[in-house]
C-alpha cells in the first residue's frame, strides 16, 4: 500500500469517527439551543472556560464530563448483568457502524489509482445500512428487558412494536429506490443524482421518489428514536423508558447512540434523497473543468458568511456585566472568524495564482464534495432537531396504525408504480 | 341554554394527510427561530445575576427586618407574640430590661434562622407593635454555612423597606 492510500483510508475513517461520535456535543448544543429559540428562551448560555462559551458549546462538554465522572450505579437486582452491560454498547456500536457505508466525496484518484470515499469500501451498499440500523433496536429492547423494571419492560415492548411497525415500510421504500437507481451501491446512487433531469432539475431522489423520501424519512425518524416516535422513551408516563435503571456513561452511551443514530439518519437521507456529495448542476467532472472558478466562489462566499457573522456578533455577542471575563469574547471570536476566513482565502488565492497538478485537483474537488457533503447533513440534522421542537409524540397504536395501514401500502404501491415506469420506459 | 359546539378536527382530507397539519406547525416554529436568531434581545429569559427582576410586588414576603421608632431605638417590645406565632419555630428572642425609658421591655437577641422560616407572614401578623416586618424584598440570601443564615438583631435592623416598593 502506498502512503497515500494509507492517508486516505485513515481520513476516512476519521471522517466517519467525528461525524458520527464527535458531532454529539454539537448536536447536544443545537438541540439545547434550536429549542430555546423556538420557544422564546434562550437555552444554555452561561457555562465558560476562560471566559469562552462559544453560542454554550461548553455546555455540552461540561455535561460530558459531568457523566464521565459520576458513580457507574449497578443496581442490585440486576439478573442479566451482562445484557444490561453490552446493550448501551450495542446501541452505539451499530449506529457508528451504519456510517461507514457513506460515500462522503466521489472516487478519488491519485496518481492512477482511485480510492472510494468511505470508511469500509463495502459492496453492500445500503444493505449494510438497513442491517445495522435494524440492529440498533435490540441495545434499546435489550437494556430495557434487562434493567428489570416496569418502566423499562414497557419501553422494550414498544420498541419491539415500534421496530415491527416501521422497519417493513422503510425496506419497502428503499426497494423502491433500489429500482430508481438500479444499484446497491450507494457511491453509485449518488453519482446518479448527479445528473440532470429535464434539463434544469438536479435527479435528486426527492424529486424522482417524493413518496419513498416521505415514507423514508418518516420510517427514518422512527428509526433514530427521535420525536415524534420517541416513545420508547416517552419521559411523560415511563419516567425515562429503557434508560431508566442507566446512569453515568452506560447512560452517556444510550446518549451518544442516540445522537450517533440521528447523525447516521441524516446522513443517509442526504444520501439517497439529497443528492449526497453532489452540488446541483456540478457534477464532479465540471468541478474538476472549472476548480479555480470554484475556488474563487468559495472564497467570495467564505468572505461575505464571515462579515454576517461577524456584524451579527458584534450587535449580539455580548454580555450584560462588561467586567465579566465572558465579556471580551465576543471581539477575540471575531477577530479569530477573521483571521481564519483571510488563511483559507490566502490559500485558495495561493492555488488560483500558482495552480494545481492534477492530483491536487483531484484531492480538492474530493474535500469540495466532503464540505458540500456536510453541509447537506447538518441541514438535514438542523431538520431532525426542529422536527422533535415542533411535532407531539404520536401514541403507541397511532405508531402502529400508521406504520401498517399507512405507510407500508404507500410503499408497496411506490414499488410497483416504479416498477411500471421503469420497465414501460424499457429500463 | 347556550350551548357551545366544539368544533371537531380530523376528519376533512387535510387533517387526515397529516402532512400539511406537520409543514403548518414547523412554519410557526421555524418563524420564532428566526425571529430570535436574527435578533435574540426579544427573548423573555432574563441573564438572572445580570439582570435582577423588577417586577417583585409590595406584598412580596421576602427576609424580615425589626422596625425603629423616630429615636432610632428597636420597637419591638420582646413580648414573643411573633416566636410563639412562628409554625417553623425560627425566631429565637432573649428579652432585657428596658432603660431608655421607651418602654418596660427590649430584646436582647432576636435571631431568625433562615432556613428554618417558611416565609409565611405570620410573625408580622402577630406583632402588636408592627416591629417586625417582611417588606425588604430581598429574595436571595446567599451563605456559606449554616451559621450564616441565623441573622441576629444587628442585621434585621439594619434591613429597610425595599425601594422598589410604594412609601407605606
Same mark, same amino acid.
Given at each position: 500500500? @502506498?502512503?497515500?492510500s494509507?492517508?486516505?483510508?485513515?481520513?476516512?475513517i476519521?471522517?466517519a469517527?467525528?461525524?458520527?461520535?464527535?458531532?454529539?456535543p454539537?448536536?447536544v448544543?443545537?438541540?439545547?439551543?434550536?429549542?430555546g429559540?423556538?420557544?422564546?428562551?434562550?437555552?444554555?448560555?452561561?457555562?465558560?472556560?476562560?471566559?469562552?462559551?462559544l453560542?454554550?458549546l461548553?455546555?455540552?462538554?461540561?455535561?460530558?464530563?459531568k457523566?464521565?465522572?459520576?458513580?457507574d450505579?449497578?443496581?442490585?437486582?440486576?439478573?442479566y448483568k451482562?445484557?444490561?452491560t453490552?446493550s448501551?454498547?450495542?446501541?452505539?456500536f451499530?449506529?457508528f457502524l451504519?456510517?461507514?457505508?457513506?460515500?462522503?466525496?466521489?472516487?478519488l484518484?491519485?496518481?492512477?489509482?482511485?480510492?472510494t470515499?468511505?470508511?469500509?469500501?463495502?459492496?453492500?451498499?445500503i444493505?449494510w445500512?438497513l442491517?445495522?440500523?435494524?440492529?440498533?433496536?435490540?441495545?434499546?429492547?435489550?437494556g430495557?428487558?434487562?434493567?428489570e @423494571?416496569?418502566?423499562?419492560?414497557l419501553?422494550?415492548?414498544?420498541?419491539?412494536?415500534?421496530?415491527?411497525?416501521?422497519?417493513?415500510?422503510?425496506g419497502l421504500?428503499?426497494?423502491s429506490?433500489?429500482?430508481?437507481?438500479?444499484t446497491?451501491?450507494?457511491?453509485?446512487?449518488v453519482?446518479?443524482q448527479?445528473?440532470v433531469?429535464f434539463?434544469?432539475?438536479?435527479?435528486?431522489?426527492i424529486?424522482?421518489?417524493?413518496?419513498?423520501?416521505i415514507?423514508?424519512?418518516v420510517?427514518?425518524?422512527?428509526?433514530?428514536?427521535?420525536a415524534p416516535?420517541?416513545l420508547?422513551?416517552g419521559?411523560?408516563?415511563?419516567?425515562?423508558?429503557?434508560?431508566?435503571?442507566y446512569?453515568?456513561?452506560?447512560?452517556g452511551?444510550f446518549?451518544?447512540?442516540e445522537?450517533a443514530?440521528?447523525?447516521?439518519?441524516?446522513?443517509?437521507?442526504?444520501?439517497?434523497?439529497?443528492?449526497?456529495?453532489q452540488i446541483?448542476?456540478?457534477d464532479?467532472?465540471?468541478i474538476?473543468s472549472?476548480?479555480?472558478?470554484?475556488?474563487?466562489a468559495?472564497?467570495?462566499?467564505?468572505?461575505?458568511?464571515?462579515?454576517?457573522?461577524?456584524?451579527?456578533?458584534?450587535?449580539?455577542?455580548?454580555w450584560?456585566?462588561p467586567?465579566?471575563s465572558?465579556a471580551?469574547?465576543?471581539k477575540?471570536?471575531?477577530k479569530?472568524?477573521?483571521?481564519?476566513?483571510?488563511?483559507?482565502?490566502?490559500?485558495?488565492?495561493?492555488?488560483?495564482?500558482t495552480?494545481?497538478?492534477?492530483?491536487?485537483?483531484?484531492?480538492?474537488?474530493?474535500?469540495?464534495?466532503?464540505g458540500?457533503?456536510?453541509?447537506?447533513?447538518?441541514m438535514?440534522?438542523?431538520?431532525?432537531?426542529?422536527?422533535?421542537?415542533?411535532l407531539?409524540?404520536f401514541?403507541?397504536?397511532?405508531?402502529?396504525m400508521?406504520g401498517?395501514?399507512i405507510?407500508?401500502?404507500?410503499?408497496?404501491?411506490?414499488?410497483?408504480?416504479?416498477?411500471?415506469?421503469?420497465?414501460?420506459?424499457?429500463? | 341554554?347556550?350551548?357551545k359546539v366544539?368544533p371537531?378536527?380530523?376528519?376533512?382530507?387535510?387533517?387526515?394527510?397529516?402532512?400539511p397539519?406537520i409543514?403548518a406547525?414547523?412554519?410557526?416554529?421555524f418563524?420564532?427561530?428566526?425571529?430570535n436568531l436574527?435578533?435574540?434581545s426579544?427573548? #423573555?429569559?432574563?441573564?438572572?445575576?445580570?439582570?435582577?427582576?423588577?417586577?417583585?410586588?409590595?406584598?412580596?414576603r421576602g427576609?424580615? #427586618?425589626?422596625?425603629k421608632?423616630?429615636?432610632?431605638?428597636?420597637?419591638?417590645v420582646?413580648?414573643y407574640m411573633c416566636?410563639?406565632?412562628c409554625p417553623?419555630e425560627?425566631?429565637?428572642?432573649?428579652?432585657?430590661?428596658?432603660?431608655?425609658?421607651?418602654?418596660?421591655?427590649?430584646p436582647?437577641?432576636?435571631?431568625?434562622?433562615?432556613?428554618?422560616?417558611v416565609?409565611?407572614?405570620y410573625?408580622?401578623e402577630?406583632?402588636?407593635c408592627?416591629a417586625i #416586618?417582611?417588606?425588604?424584598?430581598i429574595f436571595?440570601f446567599?451563605?456559606k454555612?449554616?451559621?450564616?443564615f441565623?441573622v441576629?438583631?444587628?442585621?434585621?435592623?439594619?434591613?429597610?423597606r425595599?425601594k422598589d416598593f410604594?412609601?407605606?
Open positions: 500500500m @502506498s502512503s497515500a494509507i492517508i486516505v483510508v485513515i481520513v476516512n476519521l471522517l469517527v467525528i461525524l458520527a461520535v464527535g458531532t454529539t454539537i448536536m448544543w443545537w438541540e439545547r439551543r434550536v429549542a429559540f423556538i420557544q422564546d428562551r434562550t437555552g444554555p448560555n452561561r457555562c465558560d472556560i476562560g471566559g469562552f462559551r453560542g454554550g461548553i455546555q455540552s462538554f461540561a455535561d460530558m464530563l457523566l464521565v465522572f459520576k458513580e450505579f449497578l443496581p442490585s437486582y440486576i439478573k451482562f445484557f444490561y453490552i448501551p454498547a450495542i446501541v452505539f451499530c449506529s451504519t456510517f461507514a457505508v457513506i460515500p462522503f466525496a466521489d472516487t484518484v491519485i496518481d492512477g489509482f482511485s480510492y470515499m468511505q470508511a469500509i469500501p463495502t459492496q453492500l451498499g444493505m445500512f442491517a445495522y440500523a435494524g440492529l440498533a433496536t435490540y441495545g434499546i429492547i435489550l430495557g428487558y434487562s434493567s @423494571s416496569k418502566f423499562g419492560l419501553s422494550s415492548i414498544r420498541a419491539t412494536a415500534q421496530v415491527v411497525s416501521y422497519e417493513a415500510a422503510m421504500s428503499v426497494i429506490m433500489l429500482v430508481t437507481y438500479g446497491i451501491h450507494l457511491s453509485d446512487m453519482a446518479f448527479g445528473q433531469l434539463g434544469f432539475l438536479p435527479a435528486w431522489g424529486i424522482m421518489q417524493p413518496l419513498a423520501a415514507i423514508f424519512i420510517t427514518a425518524f422512527a428509526e433514530a428514536n427521535r416516535f420517541d420508547a422513551e419521559e411523560s408516563e415511563i419516567v425515562a423508558g429503557y434508560h431508566t435503571e446512569s453515568a456513561m452506560r447512560f452511551l446518549q451518544v447512540g445522537y443514530a440521528m447523525s447516521a439518519s441524516s446522513a443517509i437521507i442526504v444520501t439517497l434523497f439529497f443528492g449526497g456529495y446541483p448542476w456540478l464532479t467532472a465540471a474538476q472549472n476548480i479555480y472558478v470554484v475556488f474563487g468559495i472564497a467570495i462566499s467564505l468572505l461575505m458568511m464571515t462579515f454576517v457573522l461577524t456584524k451579527w456578533m458584534k450587535k449580539h455577542y455580548t450584560a456585566n467586567d465579566d465572558r471580551r469574547e465576543g477575540i471570536l471575531i479569530a472568524f477573521w483571521i481564519m476566513t483571510l488563511v483559507v482565502c490566502g490559500v485558495l488565492v495561493l492555488f488560483i495564482t495552480g494545481l497538478g492534477t492530483n491536487g485537483v483531484n484531492i480538492a474537488t474530493a474535500v469540495i464534495q466532503v458540500t457533503f456536510l453541509l447537506k447533513f447538518f438535514m440534522s438542523l431538520v431532525f432537531i426542529w422536527v422533535r421542537w415542533t407531539l409524540r401514541r403507541y397504536d397511532q405508531l402502529q400508521l401498517w395501514k405507510l407500508l401500502p404507500l410503499a408497496i404501491l411506490n414499488i410497483f408504480v416504479t416498477a411500471t415506469f421503469v420497465v414501460v420506459l424499457g429500463g | 341554554m347556550g350551548v366544539v371537531r378536527h380530523g376528519a376533512s382530507l387535510k387533517d387526515k394527510l397529516y402532512l397539519g409543514a406547525g414547523m412554519k410557526t416554529t418563524k420564532h427561530f428566526v425571529k436574527k435578533d435574540p426579544n427573548l #423573555r429569559t432574563s441573564q438572572y445575576p445580570e439582570v435582577q427582576p423588577d417586577d417583585i410586588t409590595d406584598r412580596y427576609v424580615h #427586618r425589626l422596625t421608632r423616630e429615636d432610632d431605638s428597636v420597637k419591638c420582646a413580648c416566636a410563639t406565632a417553623a425560627c425566631i429565637a428572642i432573649e428579652a432585657e430590661e428596658r432603660t431608655d425609658g421607651q418602654d418596660e421591655k427590649m436582647k437577641k432576636f435571631t431568625i434562622d433562615l432556613l428554618e422560616c416565609y409565611c407572614g410573625c408580622v402577630a406583632c402588636p408592627d #416586618r417582611m417588606d425588604t424584598g436571595s446567599i451563605g454555612t449554616r451559621e450564616e441565623v441576629d438583631k444587628e442585621y434585621l435592623l439594619n434591613n429597610e425595599s410604594s412609601d407605606d
